[in-house]
T-cell receptor
């Protein structure tokens, strides 16, 4: 079953603007990861935030995690046309020693030049 | 370059036919995974393997089978029992089954029904 709910489902902004995507989940997690998927391709890992962390940065990416609200957000600053892709959050739970990723439905981001 | 190779990129299945999707990794990862992605949706876990000669069912294993005879290889067979096989199939691997490490993905196989 899919645990993550992403919001919005689609986002279209002008190049140079910031893009914010949100993810909510239902159960306790080990960590939360964000992935990017270009059309027809596999997923590329962007950033991992552990359950005891509140904020993490990587280049133009900023991820926050609020475990009390069971939510996370991904901020892409100074967007570029090349950022056009689908973005997925994945909650990570450990079951019987195995790492399981549970993906949301994704946010389709379009950056207009 | 290390990575995950999935083949073929496109695959067509006739009714009643079993087809096998290949996944090979040279990352020396212990854990491997198969996901199914339907249009506009997230990924759903089909099967996963933590070590060689061991695998477990994921959330949607019915109509699929796997094997893990070698560390590098984790092929997925879509059997005739899977009545709605049209989807994008993604293979992934991670260093170990119980680690705070990301999964690495192949570029997928798109399966369609003839």
């Amino acid at each position: 079953s899919q645990q993550g709910e992403e919001d919005p489902q689609a986002l279209s902004i002008q190049e140079g603007e910031n893009a914010t995507m949100n993810c909510s989940y239902k159960t306790s997690i080990n960590n939360l990861q964000w992935y990017r998927q270009n059309s027809g391709r596999g997923l590329v890992h962007l950033i991992l935030i552990r359950s005891n962390e509140r904020e993490k940065h990587s280049g133009r990416l900023r991820v926050t995690l609020d475990t009390s609200k069971k939510s996370s957000s991904l901020l892409i600053t100074a967007s570029r046309a090349a950022d056009t892709a689908s973005y997925f959050c994945a909650t990570v739970i450990i079951i019987q020693g195995a790492q399981k990723l549970v993906f949301g439905q994704g946010t389709r981001l379009t950056i207009n030049p | 370059d290390g990575g995950i190779t999935q083949s073929p990129k496109y695959l067509f299945r006739k009714e009643g036919q079993n087809v096998t999707l290949s996944c090979e990794q040279n990352l020396n990862h212990d854990a491997m995974y198969w996901y199914r992605q339907d249009p506009g949706q997230g990924l759903r876990l089909i099967y996963y393997s933590q070590i060689v000669n061991d695998f477990q069912k994921g959330d949607i294993a019915e109509g699929y089978s796997v094997s893990r005879e070698k560390k590098e290889s984790f092929p997925l067979t879509v059997t005739s029992a899977q009545k709605n096989p049209t989807a994008f199939y993604l293979c992934a691997s991670s260093i170990g089954p119980n680690s705070n490490q990301p999964q690495h993905f192949g570029d997928g196989t798109r399966l369609s029904i003839l």
